[in-house]
């Protein structure tokens, strides 16, 4: 059929064109709004400038096309073949391509805002400048895609396969790239701003300046690639692979990186203000110094001494536990919560909550903490709800006000830092209005069992070093019932006497706190 009578039978009403050979044909400019080509041969046709929007082209041949300019807004493109076609400046706004071939096709500044592309096969494809927003491009074959500059905000590229594609400068503000593939993808000075890539794999990627601050790299694989300049701020690392990548001077400040693996990176000039730096692994990584600043100034620069960046950096969080002789019932873990979340509103110096282990007659609390100096304002407070507080937070007492006065080291400098801290944690302590926080606990709570129980409070510090700040006499005893004699009872009265920890081994733990204080 010749182009004639194409547009004549349209003219005449006609919308019905499908199976039909068009190889070739000429229908630039032509207004075909709405009709219905599907199955047909289009291929080598000129639909340049053509109105097409809301036409049926399911399953046409259209290989080697002219379609730029071509209106395709809400057309019907499913299994279409477009490979080799130009759609330079095409309209494919709200357009369903779903499964479409688009293999080599030219597509620059092309607008696909909203289209669905689910599964579509655009290797090799030109889509430089094209737009992109909300599109659906789920498990869509993007691989040695030229997407520079082109705009995905809010795009839906769920395993997606962007194996080299070139993503330089794209704007892919707050798309779902989750458990995507972007293997050598070049993604230098893209904006990843609030990206999801949770479980994406990014090895051997270039991310060199690349913003991915807010963005879920949640069990990311990274390792080999380049995130130099990159900033990740407040960015979620959890359980992320960076085996081998470059983060020189790259932003990670209030990022959460708790089982990442940075094994043979280099970090030097990391912005690091408000990180916590236990829970990752550095094992052979290099760094020479990073900024702790709060505005990335470099004005609060920590330099290591050595080579091993586990001086700095560590795989041990500190951690405070509280032991329980006796199992944790569903009215005990009630009163706790309410009692902790009390305690909080009351000093605030309470967070995070604890992890709580059951066992069949014992409970353990373990709070784990992102800092060195919350330990011991941690286990003063924790413990308030038990009734080995008392004694529990005086043994704490006794060793903050007998450590200044110890002698630690031939450095004047290093003795007053040391006793600067002291005098810190003593300082938060007498904060801790003792009188109304025990009134803010429940009375309910005093009646239960579980909190007379005896208990024991163990410190951890970032360096594994541990402290039994108190350890009830009682702990993991159970009542004899046969009478004793006097003579008996004050043998055991004597044994079961806590012994606090010494002077000598408090100044060692507290100096073994992390060096960043």
């Known amino acids: 059929m010749k182009a004639e009578e194409v547009l004549e039978q349209y003219t005449a009403g006609s919308r019905e064109f499908s199976a039909l050979d068009l190889r070739e044909i000429n229908l630039s400019g032509a207004n075909l709004s709405e009709a219905s080509f599907s199955r047909a041969d289009l291929s080598v046709a000129n639909l340049a400038s053509a109105n097409l929007s809301r036409t049926n082209l399911s399953q046409t041949n259209l290989s080697a096309a002219k379609l730029n300019s ?63 927003r909300y599109a659906n491009l789920s498990q869509t074959n993007l691989s040695r895609v030229d997407l520079r500059h082109a705009i995905l905000t809010e795009a839906n590229l769920e395993q997606a396969n962007l194996t080299s594609a070139d993503l330089s400068s794209a704007d892919l503000t707050g798309a779902n790239l989750s458990q995507a593939e972007l293997r050598q993808a070049n993604l230098s000075r893209a904006n990843l ?37 990159a900033d990740l701020s407040y960015a979620t690392l959890l359980n992320a692979t960076l085996v081998h990548v470059d983060l020189t001077r790259a932003n990670l400040a209030g990022v959460d990186w708790s089982g990442a693996d940075l094994s043979g990176s280099t970090m030097t000039g990391l912005k690091l203000h408000g990180v916590s730096p236990f829970g990752i692994k550095t094992t052979g990584a290099t760094c020479r110094w990073i900024d702790l600043s709060q505005n990335g100034d470099q004005s609060q620069i920590y330099t290591f001494a050595t080579d091993n960046c586990q001086e700095y950096f560590n795989e041990t969080p ?17 009163a706790l919560a309410v009692t902790y979340q009390q305690v909080a509103r009351q000093c605030g110096f309470l967070a995070p909550p604890p992890e709580i282990e059951v066992h069949l007659r014992r409970t353990t ?13 941690t286990a003063y407070v924790a413990i308030f709800p038990f009734e080995d507080h008392k004694i529990t937070q005086q043994t704490l007492m006794d ?45 309910a709570l005093k009646k239960m069992q579980f909190f007379q129980a005896p208990t024991k409070t163990i410190l951890v510090n970032s360096n594994n070093q541990q402290l039994t700040l108190y350890h009830n006499p009682k702990f993991g005893k159970h009542p004899i019932a046969t009478a004793q004699s006097d003579e008996v009872l004050n043998v055991l009265k004597q044994i079961q006497t806590f012994k606090p920890p010494s002077t000598e081994a408090a100044i060692e733990f507290v100096k073994g706190f992390h060096p960043s204080l």
């Open 399 to 443: 060793l903050l006000h007998q450590i200044p006065t110890q002698p630690l080291s031939q450095d004047a400098g290093q003795i007053r830092q040391f006793q600067q801290l002291v005098t810190l944690l003593g300082q938060q302590v007498q904060q801790v209005n003792a009188v109304k926080l025990l009134q803010s606990i429940p009375i």
């Open 318 to 334: 500190p951690i405070v536990q509280i032991v329980i002789d006796d199992r944790l019932n569903t009215d005990a873990n009630c």
């Open 70 to 132: 071509a209106n395709l807004s809400k057309a019907k493109l499913n299994r279409a073949i477009l490979n080799v076609a130009n759609l330079t400046m095409a309209d494919l706004r709200e357009a369903s391509l779903v499964q479409a071939e688009l293999i080599k096709a030219e597509m620059t500044r092309s607008d696909m805002s909203g289209a669905d592309l689910r599964g579509a096969n655009f290797s090799n494809a030109d889509l430089r400048d094209a737009k992109l």
């Open 365 to 377: 609390l373990t709070f784990r903490l992102e800092r060195d100096e919350q330990l011991l304002i």
């Open 193 to 229: 701003q609030g990206a999801n890539l949770s479980g994406a794999n990014l090895r051997w990627a270039d991310l060199g300046g690349a913003n991915l601050r807010w963005a879920d790299l949640t069990g990311a694989k990274i390792s080999g690639a380049n995130l130099t300049g």
